[in-house]
């Protein structure tokens, strides 16, 4: 199974303590984060990774080449900022199969079983799965409003929704075939590229609810989180 991780990002909120690597090189440990992502998937089943990658991005080809823990690397370099959805639509390009396929962010960690998300999504017979995470900060995050299938009515539900998007998608292959862009301004994942499609009530998309432990490094206080827990979480 294939995997996009989106690494581009410039980390600017985290560049006052990481400021000689991109965000997702931040060290954790004695490896950077971005290690510990691929380490935890990998122990899962993918074996080809998608790197999306801009910022300082000759750092992590550098560190991981093109093969890595026994899987295949590709890299997609953004020129100029796409958004998180011009960097997948850039890196679906680069899949090798009409399979099913993993989105990650690569500033966050979220106890995800594949497995489980995989069952999830065959049993909806869904489009997009995503793993939610239980949250009241609707300042930081976009909380998910669903159904009562479990269907995603909404990924701006405010003060309607206490669980939010973890930055973890199961996608069918066919799920941007019909979606056009230009790459003139970057593209929102979200609220460009999913949220036209919930309204539209064309593809069906869907929340799993998960209880595992989330981390997104981002800010200072949540990447010294990280230092702490995931070594011990995480075996590389």
């Not at 065959?122 to 269907?151: C, I, P």
């Not at 929704?161 to 292959?173: D, E, M, Q, V, W």
Request: net charge positive; charged share 25%; glycine share 8%.
């Amino acid at each position: 199974m294939e995997a996009i991780i989106l690494a581009g990002g410039f980390g600017t909120r985290l560049r006052t303590i990481v400021s000689e690597v991109p965000k997702p090189m931040a060290p954790i440990g004695e490896v950077p984060f971005l290690q510990l992502l691929i380490n935890f998937w990998e122990k899962q089943g993918i074996t080809r990774f998608i790197l999306s990658v801009g910022y300082k991005h000759q750092i992590i080809r550098e560190y991981f080449g093109k093969k890595f823990a026994g899987c295949e690397i590709e890299y997609v370099i953004e020129d100029k900022p796409l958004g998180t959805g011009g960097a997948v639509l850039a890196a679906i390009k680069y899949l090798k199969t009409r399979n099913s396929f993993l989105i990650v962010n690569g500033d966050t960690y979220f106890d995800v079983s594949l497995e489980k998300i995989k069952k999830f999504h065959k049993k909806n017979n869904s489009k997009l799965t995503m793993a939610l995470f239980a949250t009241y900060e609707s300042d930081r995050y976009h909380l998910v409003e669903l159904g009562s299938s479990s269907q995603v009515l909404s990924l701006n539900a405010n003060k309607k929704g206490k669980f939010a998007n973890g930055g973890i998608f199961l996608c069918s292959s066919s799920i941007f075939d019909n979606v056009k862009a230009d790459f003139l301004k970057p593209i929102a994942f979200e609220n460009d590229l999913l949220t036209p499609l919930i309204n539209k009530g064309e593809s069906k998309i869907f929340g799993l609810k998960n209880e595992g432990v989330f981390i997104d490094i981002g800010i200072p206080e949540d990447y010294a989180k990280a230092r702490r827990l995931l070594p011990t979480l995480i075996k590389c």
